[in-house]
């Protein structure tokens, strides 16, 4: 089956900085790769995604990009800011298999 | 309603007591998901439902679990005989069908002591 692996585990920034998180999957089917925000006690909640026809996808601060051929995939956060704090999840899933496999999380922190 | 919800929000019981967790999609969403997460980890894929078709169970960790979807609409999370290790979040998210996004619930807080 897929697995998703995610780094860091931790990140600091200071407000304004960059932030860029890394996952890798194994499963070269898969096909769908959202990413989302959870803060604590909340719903994870989705923030972007993006399909494997398309190389990259931007929101505002937020854009994602994909290699297939390398099978990772980035999530980079512009001009963080402190409310950008929470864990972050990457996930795929393949045409196959519905269900989506996550990455472990990322606890971004942004310091005022 | 406007998005997934949940039921109970949190529920304490007895380790070998059976428990019964409930979701709600999102109206018209045929698909629907449920997940585990444990303290600070990710999430864990139990059992997915779409329309009519048979559920795919892949995910379930143990024959105590199980999961109906009556009507297409409203699920039911079982678990039988629970362990302290069932203790988790339990996350459900339904999606317009499965090739679109999953939108999830707030999740049921289950404590097993």
């Known amino acids: 089956g897929e697995n998703v692996e995610q780094h860091p585990s931790t990140l600091s920034v200071q407000e304004g900085d960059s932030a860029v998180i890394k996952c890798t999957y194994s499963?070269?089917?898969?096909?769908?790769f959202p990413w989302y925000k959870q803060e604590l006690g909340k719903r994870p909640q989705l923030i972007i995604d993006i399909r494997s026809n398309v190389g990259e996808k931007k929101d505002q601060r937020i854009a994602v990009t994909l290699n297939k051929t390398a099978k990772h995939f980035s999530l980079h956060i512009t001009e963080t800011q402190p409310e950008d704090s929470a864990v972050y999840f990457c996930a795929a899933s393949s045409g196959s298999a519905r269900q989506l496999t996550f990455g472990s999380g990322t606890q971004l922190t942004v310091l005022p | 309603g406007a998005g997934v919800s949940q039921s109970p929000s949190n529920k304490v019981t007895e380790k070998g007591k059976d428990v019964e967790l409930r979701c709600d999609p999102i109206s018209g969403h045929t698909a629907l998901y449920w997940y585990r997460q444990s303290l600070g980890q990710g999430l864990e894929f139990l059992i997915y439902?779409?329309?009519?078709?048979?559920?795919?169970k892949s995910g379930l960790p143990s024959d105590r679990f199980s999961a109906e979807r009556t009507g297409g609409s409203v699920s039911t999370l079982t678990i039988q005989r629970t362990q302290q290790e069932d203790s988790a979040v339990y996350l459900c998210a339904s999606s317009g069908d499965s090739h679109q996004p999953q939108h999830f619930g707030d999740g049921t807080r289950l404590s097993i002591l």
């Open positions: 439902f779409q329309g009519n078709s048979a559920p795919d």
């Open positions: 499963d070269s089917a898969s096909n769908y």
